[in-house]
């Protein structure tokens, strides 16, 4: 394996991120470690922002220096005092704002790097066993794709390597920021993938290590521990959640090993009971450890994908939905930075809220759409529920506030309103800037796209989202009803009684997300208007339990998949990011707290009468004297959580490992390997031709023109025989895969698709039309193009000419004005 290579990309990581902590400890100053973890995520936004902007008006190699600079200068001007500066000193801004209990210790700032450090290596070796592209299994093609053209173009947005003459049509950031590591390390995109895709995984982790740790550390700083105490607290919730976030599964793994534990007798019935409405067949469970595939566990609910961040990083795609994840938990740490804000500085959450926040949703928007609408609801959540009110944010915002308790009163309605509208009222301003620094991607985006109505016989059943959202939903029921069950027992009542008639009412109604999403909404609302001492953590659990309920409503209708599947892809991926987060919190507080059911308030509502009430509180405080400690049983509750999601990662590693042994991180490495002859041609495409040519290959797709039926015989996109060249080198290709369907729209694919059958198959005339209408420069006859066109030959005409030549693969050159005579 390429020791060097991985060592000069963690280095790289280790100058980006020592450039950006001091704006890391400018953003997040009550932070552990001024936010240490945060600093890879800052590092590469900063730098795809910087870099996007300059690339509008000219983009090359000089881009990388120019982001460089500007990673440099936000961090100096933003991150460094001054004041301090004035009198020759240096010292980081952050000193000014944070207390002498955020100051930053040596751990504080090694156990993040470690983290980092130890996600990294670990993809490393995922990868280095299987650091394929291939078509198989996955949208590799797309995504290699997308790092080649971005490597070769001049100008932003990057040309569509699948529709030659048109720039792409998708998000594209995220390929962006790994094309600058990618020239900034000097590595060539072969192995710059899998590095890539490592380097994202490390930031993802620790970002999680980060917000988790902050956020517990603030929660027992408010209970009033303080010194190493709650530094430790904090690191135990950080690597809680670092694990939940980077290498926890869902449940389908630990059902598969209940399965296999049982007795014969009742392993079926139990496997059967346990996929009742999943994608997942009870033979699978019943198959125990040995028929374990790591792809089953990524598919449960029914016309859905249901992945969560280990799965896809070992699966090696370099998507989206994965690259928008580390900058999805940076969006959440700015929320909570704002909610660690002290009142009076104003300034200070205006900035956070109205600068940095619109920031990255600019960002967001050419990296992952989808996380936008996230961040956005983050926010307003954040607004409605932080100490500071939201209405503070706005110009004149005190006055309207003042008139609103004039009209409401100061009751509870008027605390709803004020809250939630001024939080609303707030975000919307927020939304306005992200949406102008997106406006260049938004208005060139696909179109086709619009929002529908979920038909019922579409939604979620009960068993599969428990298999897929189970854990985390054990542990924040646990958390929140012995957060609210801390107080009087009559709001305890109605709390849970409302929650219970909820889920109730959801199941008869055929809603069963509801029946799990509806209480949590309502015990984390409830826990936040009773003052049960709830932080930022339930803001992230409430924000995903909306999130799940609303894809259980509607959906995005789009030819990227069938029906809600894309969907719900997206969404499950911001909600595991988020819920895996806060569960890493949660965890801790269990853990150091017990679910904090105090019985005083209990005790002294039952007393309140007869004698009878008398001897049932005795009884009571008999039954808990024999059972063991609250703080026992959550102790018992977390390590059964922790269990249970562990399994997917070794024994999906294990089958890795078994199956795959390339030992290296070059991602090519199986073209020369497996498809030789076709290796030696596209690598004399790679080097010959650039950016502005097009090559002209047989669509990847196994459509016909007439109406995107199959042909017979013909093999899916999913194969190696679905545009090679045009993947591998980032030359363009007049119709590359079917993807572009989602993209440009069925009509104009399939005409395109026409115009390559009429290039290849058609008549004289037809041929000659058709490649001077695209204007294409190489003309690619390999086995697809035989086995789709028959015998392919271009030596008659003129102007063509056989420019390289192997067993397999014939590739002619185009001379357009001899052509054209």
Same mark, same amino acid.
């Given at each position: 394996?390429?020791?060097?290579?991985?060592?000069?990309?963690?280095?790289?990581?280790?100058?980006?991120?020592?450039?950006?902590?001091?704006?890391?400890?400018?953003?997040?100053?009550?932070?552990?470690?001024?936010?240490?973890?945060?600093?890879?995520?800052?590092?590469?936004?900063?730098?795809?922002?910087?870099?996007?902007?300059?690339?509008?008006?000219?983009?090359?190699? &000089?881009?990388?220096?120019?982001?460089?600079?500007?990673?440099?200068?936000?961090?100096?001007?933003?991150?460094?005092?001054?004041?301090?500066?004035?009198?020759?000193?240096?010292?980081?801004?952050?000193?000014?704002?944070?207390?002498?209990?955020?100051?930053?210790?040596?751990?504080?700032?090694?156990?993040?790097?470690?983290?980092?450090?130890?996600?990294?290596?670990?993809?490393?070796?995922?990868?280095?066993?299987?650091?394929?592209?291939?078509?198989?299994?996955? +949208?590799?093609?797309?995504?290699?794709?997308? $790092?080649?053209?971005?490597?070769?173009?001049?100008?932003?947005?990057?040309?569509?390597?699948?529709?030659?003459?048109?720039?792409?049509?998708?998000?594209?950031?995220?390929?962006?920021?790994?094309?600058?590591?990618?020239?900034?390390?000097?590595?060539?995109?072969?192995?710059?993938? #899998?590095?890539?895709?490592?380097?994202?995984?490390? *930031?993802?982790?620790?970002?999680? @290590?980060? !917000?988790?740790?902050?956020?517990?550390?603030?929660?027992?700083?408010?209970?009033?521990?303080?010194?190493?105490?709650?530094?430790?607290?904090?690191?135990?919730?950080?690597?809680?959640?670092?694990?939940?976030?980077?290498?926890?599964?869902?449940?389908?793994?630990?059902?598969?090993?209940?399965?296999?534990?049982?007795?014969?007798?009742?392993?079926?019935?139990?496997?059967?009971?346990?996929?009742?409405?999943?994608?997942?067949?009870?033979?699978?469970?019943?198959?125990?450890?040995?028929?374990? =595939?790591?792809?089953?566990?990524?598919?449960?609910?029914?016309?859905?994908?249901?992945?969560?961040?280990?799965?896809?990083?070992? #699966?090696?795609? !370099?998507?989206?939905?994965?690259?928008?994840?580390?900058?999805?938990?940076?969006?959440?740490?700015?929320?909570?930075?704002?909610?660690?804000? /002290?009142?009076?500085?104003?300034?200070?959450?205006?900035?956070?809220?109205?600068?940095?926040?619109?920031?990255?949703?600019?960002?967001?928007?050419?990296? =992952?759409?989808?996380?936008?609408?996230?961040?956005?609801?983050?926010?307003?959540? *954040?607004?409605?529920?932080?100490?500071?009110?939201?209405?503070?944010?706005?110009?004149?915002?005190?006055? $309207?506030?003042?008139?609103?308790?004039?009209?409401?009163? +100061?009751? !509870?309605?008027?605390?709803?309103?004020?809250?939630?509208?001024?939080?609303?009222?707030?975000?919307?301003?927020?939304?306005?800037?992200?949406?102008?620094?997106?406006?260049? @991607?938004?208005?060139?985006?696909?179109?086709?796209?619009? /929002?529908?109505?979920?038909?019922?016989?579409?939604?979620?059943?009960?068993? /599969?989202?428990?298999?897929?959202?189970?854990?985390?939903?054990?542990?924040?029921?646990?958390?929140?009803?012995?957060?609210?069950?801390?107080?009087?027992?009559?709001?305890?009542?109605?709390?849970?009684?409302?929650?219970?008639?909820?889920?109730?009412?959801?199941?008869?109604?055929?809603?069963?997300?509801?029946?799990?999403?509806?209480?949590?909404?309502?015990?984390?609302?409830?826990?936040?208007?009773?003052?049960?001492?709830?932080? @930022?953590?339930?803001?992230?659990?409430?924000?995903?339990?909306?999130?799940?309920?609303?894809?259980?409503?509607?959906?995005?209708?789009?030819?990227?998949?069938?029906?809600?599947? #894309?969907?719900?892809?997206?969404?499950?991926?911001?909600?595991?990011?988020?819920?895996?987060?806060?569960?890493?919190?949660?965890?801790?507080?269990?853990?150091?707290?017990?679910?904090?059911?105090?019985?005083?308030?209990?005790?002294?509502?039952?007393?309140?009468?007869?004698?009878?009430?008398?001897?049932?509180?005795?009884?009571?405080?008999?039954?808990?004297?024999? !059972?063991?400690?609250?703080?026992?049983?959550?102790?018992?509750?977390?390590?059964?959580?922790?269990?249970?999601?562990?399994?997917?990662?070794?024994?999906?590693?294990?089958? &890795?490992?078994?199956? =795959?042994d390339a030992g290296t991180l070059d991602a090519t490495a199986f073209v020369e390997a497996e498809h030789p002859s076709e290796a030696a041609a596209i690598d004399w495409l790679d080097e010959e031709a650039t950016h502005r040519d097009t090559l002209l290959e047989a669509p990847g797709a196994s459509y016909s023109p007439e109406g995107l039926a199959a042909n017979p015989g013909e093999p899916g996109i999913y194969t190696w025989r679905a545009n090679p060249a045009s993947s591998l080198t980032g030359i363009p290709t007049v119709a590359g895969w079917s993807h572009e369907v989602g993209y440009r729209g069925r009509e104009a694919y399939t005409e395109r698709v026409a115009a390559v059958d009429r290039a290849y198959a058609g008549s004289d005339a037809e041929r000659v039309a058709a490649l001077r209408e695209y204007g294409v420069d190489y003309v690619w006859v390999g086995p697809t193009e035989?086995?789709?066109?028959?015998?392919?030959? @271009?030596?008659?005409?003129?102007?063509?000419?056989?420019?390289?030549?192997?067993?397999?693969?014939?590739?002619?050159?185009?001379?357009? +004005?001899?052509?054209?005579?």
């Amino acid at each position: 394996m390429e020791y060097l290579l991985v060592g000069w990309w963690l280095l790289a990581f280790a100058a980006l991120s020592a450039l950006a902590f001091p704006l890391c400890a400018r953003l997040f100053p009550r932070f552990p470690g001024y936010g240490a973890g945060l600093a890879p995520a800052v590092a590469l936004a900063t730098l795809t922002v910087v870099g996007y902007w300059t690339g509008r008006v000219s983009y090359g190699r &000089h881009t990388l220096w120019v982001a460089l600079a500007g990673l440099v200068a936000v961090s100096a001007l933003v991150g460094l005092d001054r004041a301090a500066l004035r009198r020759g000193e240096v010292r980081l801004a952050g000193d000014r704002l944070a207390d002498d209990r955020s100051r930053p210790r040596r751990r504080d700032l090694t156990a993040p790097a470690a983290v980092f450090a130890a996600a990294f290596l670990l993809l490393v070796a995922v990868r280095s066993a299987d650091p394929a592209v291939t078509a198989a299994g996955g +949208e590799k093609f797309l995504d290699y794709g997308l $790092l080649r053209s971005l490597l070769r173009a001049e100008s932003l947005p990057p040309y569509d390597v699948w529709f030659a003459g048109e720039t792409v049509n998708y998000y594209y950031g995220g390929h962006l920021a790994a094309a600058l590591l990618t020239r900034l390390a000097g590595t060539p995109p072969s192995y710059a993938y #899998n590095l890539a895709l490592a380097g994202f995984y490390a *930031t993802l982790a620790a970002a999680a @290590f980060e !917000l988790a740790r902050a956020v517990a550390a603030g929660r027992a700083r408010g209970r009033g521990v303080d010194g190493d105490d709650a530094a430790d607290h904090g690191l135990r919730a950080g690597f809680a959640g670092a694990f939940l976030v980077a290498v926890a599964g869902n449940l389908v793994s630990a059902a598969r090993l209940a399965v296999a534990a049982l007795p014969n007798a009742l392993a079926e019935p139990v496997a059967h009971r346990l996929t009742r409405g999943t994608r997942v067949s009870p033979d699978d469970l019943l198959a125990g450890v040995e028929g374990f =595939h790591y792809w089953t566990a990524s598919r449960v609910i029914p016309g859905t994908i249901n992945e969560f961040p280990f799965f896809g990083f070992l #699966n090696g795609d !370099l998507h989206a939905h994965m690259m928008g994840a580390p900058f999805l938990l940076l969006a959440a740490a700015l929320a909570y930075a704002y909610w660690e804000t /002290p009142a009076e500085r104003l300034r200070r959450r205006r900035l956070l809220a109205f600068g940095a926040v619109p920031v990255l949703g600019g960002l967001q928007v050419v990296v =992952h759409t989808w996380d936008v609408a996230t961040t956005l609801g983050l926010l307003w959540l *954040t607004l409605t529920f932080a100490p500071a009110a939201p209405l503070s944010l706005l110009p004149r915002g005190e006055a $309207l506030a003042a008139r609103l308790r004039g009209a409401l009163g +100061e009751g !509870l309605a008027a605390t709803e309103v004020a809250r939630t509208g001024g939080a609303l009222l707030a975000t919307g301003v927020a939304a306005v800037g992200a949406g102008v620094l997106g406006a260049p @991607f938004l208005l060139g985006a696909s179109s086709g796209q619009e /929002p529908a109505l979920l038909a019922a016989e579409m939604r979620s059943a009960l068993t /599969p989202l428990l298999l897929v959202h189970g854990a985390f939903l054990a542990a924040f029921g646990a958390y929140l009803v012995g957060r609210i069950a801390d107080g009087a027992l009559r709001e305890v009542l109605l709390v849970l009684a409302g929650a219970a008639a909820v889920a109730v009412a959801s199941l008869a109604a055929g809603l069963p997300a509801f029946a799990v999403v509806v209480p949590l909404l309502a015990l984390g609302w409830a826990a936040f208007r009773l003052d049960r001492g709830v932080g @930022f953590e339930t803001a992230l659990i409430v924000g995903g339990a909306g999130l799940i309920g609303l894809v259980e409503v509607v959906f995005v209708v789009e030819e990227a998949g069938p029906g809600r599947m #894309n969907t719900v892809f997206k969404v499950y991926a911001q909600v595991w990011a988020l819920w895996a987060t806060a569960a890493g919190v949660v965890l801790a507080e269990l853990w150091a707290t017990g679910f904090r059911v105090t019985t005083s308030a209990v005790d002294a509502a039952t007393r309140r009468g007869s004698a009878a009430a008398e001897r049932t509180a005795d009884a009571l405080g008999d039954i808990r004297a024999r !059972l063991p400690t609250d703080r026992t049983l959550a102790r018992a509750l977390v390590a059964l959580l922790l269990l249970a999601t562990a399994p997917y990662a070794p024994m999906a590693l294990g089958q &890795h490992a078994a199956v =795959h042994d390339a030992g290296t991180l070059d991602a090519t490495a199986f073209v020369e390997a497996e498809h030789p002859s076709e290796a030696a041609a596209i690598d004399w495409l790679d080097e010959e031709a650039t950016h502005r040519d097009t090559l002209l290959e047989a669509p990847g797709a196994s459509y016909s023109p007439e109406g995107l039926a199959a042909n017979p015989g013909e093999p899916g996109i999913y194969t190696w025989r679905a545009n090679p060249a045009s993947s591998l080198t980032g030359i363009p290709t007049v119709a590359g895969w079917s993807h572009e369907v989602g993209y440009r729209g069925r009509e104009a694919y399939t005409e395109r698709v026409a115009a390559v059958d009429r290039a290849y198959a058609g008549s004289d005339a037809e041929r000659v039309a058709a490649l001077r209408e695209y204007g294409v420069d190489y003309v690619w006859v390999g086995p697809t193009e035989r086995d789709r066109y028959g015998d392919v030959s @271009f030596d008659r005409f003129a102007g063509i000419e056989v420019a390289y030549e192997t067993e397999t693969v014939t590739v002619y050159r185009v001379d357009s +004005e001899e052509l054209a005579t």
